[in-house]
């Protein structure tokens, strides 16, 4: 079954301990984003990588970091979390080819609170 | 910003009437996308149109696309009470990242049994 995984679902942790949120796609996809979901703030991208070793920012890639080091795996670090991370949070992969973004999966979400 | 924005922001009808949600972008695309999200899941595909397409159907959906206005609406007929839930368009902004994808802030769907 084609999917995406993040894991953990849910997540209670403290200000400025490092958390990692994994994410995996079984699709072969190239392209592969995290989101973060706000109420009133839709889906905004913190950070896309459109293959092995290519990354790049999204619109809010402050207080995270990413690696692609495996085409199936893009982990999401946040190496100090602080309260205003606290959010709803999707990994989603795509195709990507010359005739614009593809249908887009996502992961069922990671419910992150820093407290 | 190539955010798309979503209209009516909540959608409120009893079953069995139509659902007409509106999306507006700003900039020239390759395709248009809808997706729905059950509360708190994550976001499920529904149907991409392109940009040299003006109408597509699948199911009790049907999407048009308007590139000279830049909108696009997304029709459910005949609704029931599981598909309440939030919809949202998303564009690929033609000349931007290859895959990258732009989301308005969703129409929040209910529909009373």
Known sequence: ?115 | SQQGEEDPQALSIQEGENATMNCSYKTSINNLQWYRQNSGRGLVHLILIRSNEREKHSGRLRVTLDTSKKSSSLLITASRAADTASYFCATDGRGSTLGRLYFGRGTQLTVWP
């Not at chain 1, 894991?7 to 989101?35: A, D, F």
């Not at chain 1, 982990?75 to 593809?102: H, K, M, R, V």
């Open chain 1, 1 to 115: 079954e084609a999917q995406v995984t993040q894991n953990p679902r849910y997540l209670i942790t403290v200000t400025g301990k490092k958390l990692t949120v994994t994410c995996s796609q079984n699709m072969n996809h190239e392209y592969m984003s995290w989101y973060r979901q706000d109420p009133g703030l839709g889906l905004r991208q913190i950070y896309y990588s459109m293959n092995v070793e290519v990354t790049d920012k999204g619109d809010v890639p402050e207080g995270y970091k990413v690696s692609r080091k495996e085409k199936r795996n893009f982990p999401l670090i946040l190496e100090s979390p602080s309260p205003n991370q606290t959010s709803l949070y999707f990994c989603a992969s795509s195709l990507s080819d010359t005739g614009g973004a593809d249908e887009a999966f996502f992961g069922q979400g990671t419910r992150l609170t820093v407290v």
